[in-house]
T-cell receptor, first 114, second 112 residues
Framework: DAGVIQSPRHEVTEMGQEVTLRCKPISGHNSLFWYRQTMMRGLELLIYFNNNVPIDDSGMPEDRFSAKMPNASFSTLKIQPSEPRDSAVYFC????????????FGPGTRLTVT | SQKIEQNSEALNIQEGKTATLTCNYTNYSPAYLQWYRQDPGRGPVFLLLIRENEKEKRKERLKVTFDTTLKQSLFHITASQPADSATYLCALANTGGFKTIFGAGTRLFVKA
């Protein structure tokens, strides 16, 4: 299996622009997580889905952030409009929800908002 | 609020020695505790999971203990090698294993 796939790997954008991050979970996994990692705040859970349904989005920092999972093999995290403080590495992870809780992380997307 | 504390300072040890990393938590009663390894520029990689009713778990050179009374987990790497140099993250999860909280991580350097 190719593992969790994220795109793009790097994104540089100007403040105010819309940013869309993409994730393809491991085939067969039915839970998906979006995290953000910064030096100051570490790894923070933003939102997670189970069977394509958002279960908890309490970690989403503001209404500028939104996430969707239209099917079992694809999810997006959108920031609109982006701000410099959104600069971070964004990780997607997936797992089986049937009692095995180890999460498999993607390589991350490094976002820089200037 | 829920809080996880890991050694903020880097841990430097000599090759062959045992590395011991600490994870303390407050205001939380996790059902599961996990340890992950993260190398620079990469996503975390799962190492071990221990449940609240387990005291100890081993995997090859790795050992994890979980003391729910002390609210502490210890992570040991025996016969450490330079390739073990990385950041190690402690993570807590509730029943169901979904809402996971990560510690800031401890940077480990193993010198040859």
């Amino acid at each position: 299996d190719a593992g969790v796939i994220q795109s793009p790997r790097h994104e540089v954008t100007e403040m105010g622009q819309e940013v869309t991050l993409r994730c393809k979970p491991i085939s067969g996994h039915n839970s998906l997580f979006w995290y953000r990692q910064t030096m100051m705040r570490g790894l923070e859970l933003l939102i997670y889905f189970n069977n394509n349904v958002p279960i908890d989005d309490s970690g989403m920092p503001e209404d500028r952030f939104s996430a969707k999972m239209p099917n079992a093999s694809f999810s997006t995290l959108k920031i609109q409009p982006s701000e410099p403080r959104d600069s971070a590495v964004y990780f997607c992870a997936s797992t089986l929800s049937s009692g095995v809780y180890e999460q498999y992380f993607g390589p991350g997307t490094r976002l820089t908002v200037t | 609020s829920q809080k996880i504390e890991q050694n903020s300072e880097a841990l430097n040890i000599q090759e062959g020695k045992t590395a011991t990393l600490t994870c303390n938590y407050t205001n939380y009663s996790p059902a599961y505790l996990q340890w992950y390894r993260q190398d620079p520029g990469r996503g975390p990689v799962f190492l071990l999971l221990i449940r609240e009713n387990e005291k100890e778990k081993r995997k090859e050179r790795l050992k994890v203990t979980f003391d729910t009374t002390l609210k502490q987990s210890l992570f040991h790497i025996t016969a450490s090698q330079p390739a073990d140099s990385a950041t190690y993250l402690c993570a807590l999860a509730n029943t169901g294993g979904f809402k996971t909280i990560f510690g800031a991580g401890t940077r480990l350097f193993v010198k040859a």
